[in-house]
């Protein structure tokens, strides 16, 4: 009798954790709340002969890596339609050194154009409202909203979503109205105190 409930209880524990983590990973993260015209204090200027896209990660958060994979194949469907910008996060006294020796920067610097910025202690982040490492952000060239989200179907997930279809269509041109998709991906800011280093679902190597 023991054995049989010492088994139950393992089945139980095996299922919970199982549930844990398929509500983590189809789970999105927080969308913040973004300007929707562009935030005259940025540290960076917005291009006002073409869209202006932002990607806010953070650099070693393993779920933006399909983020950045996502990204590139909207981009390779309209190469010359925005100029795009990518700030990487740098938590506490991190330097930028730290920030290039994660995973996602390798695969920002294979994206064609794209200006990386360093955002010591999240500041641009959150001049943007973005709180979800993943967050994508497109503004047209009056400097108004067109999207904001993410462009995967969940967390590390490749393939098609709701948000890179989105994307990839204002790219191409059509700005007929603001798109709204969720971001999943690593939580950027702890409630309580500002840059986390991460919060959940990632390896000890991705947090050193």
């Known amino acids: ?10 089945l139980l524990a095996v299922a919970l954790g199982l549930g844990v983590l398929v ?8 969308a913040g709340t973004v300007p929707t015209t562009w935030p005259v204090e940025s540290s960076f200027a917005r291009d ?7 990607l806010v990660a953070h650099p070693r958060c393993p779920c933006t890596r399909a983020s950045v994979r996502e990204l590139a194949r909207a981009l390779a469907h309209a190469p010359d339609a925005a100029r795009v910008h990518a700030l990487l996060l740098l938590p506490g006294d991190r330097d930028e050194e730290w920030a290039r020796g994660g995973a996602i920067y390798p695969l920002l610097a294979e994206l064609p154009g794209v ?10 982040a959150r001049r943007f409202g973005a709180q979800t490492s993943g967050h994508v952000l497109l503004y047209d060239r009056r400097g108004r909203l067109s999207f904001s989200g993410g462009v995967t179907a969940s967390r590390g997930h490749e393939g098609d979503s709701r948000g890179g279809r989105a994307l990839r269509r204002l790219l191409e041109g059509d700005q007929s109205a603001l798109h709204v998709a969720p971001v999943f991906g690593c939580q950027l800011f702890a409630e309580e105190s500002g840059v986390a280093p991460l919060t959940s679902g990632t390896s000890s190597e991705e947090r050193t």
Do not use: C, N
């Open 1 to 10: 009798m023991g054995l049989k409930l010492g088994f139950v209880v393992w």
């Open 23 to 30: 509500d983590y990973e189809s789970g999105p993260g927080s």
């Open 48 to 54: 006002d002969a073409t869209q202006t896209l932002i």
């Open 115 to 124: 200006e990386v910025h360093f955002d010591r202690g999240g500041a641009q």
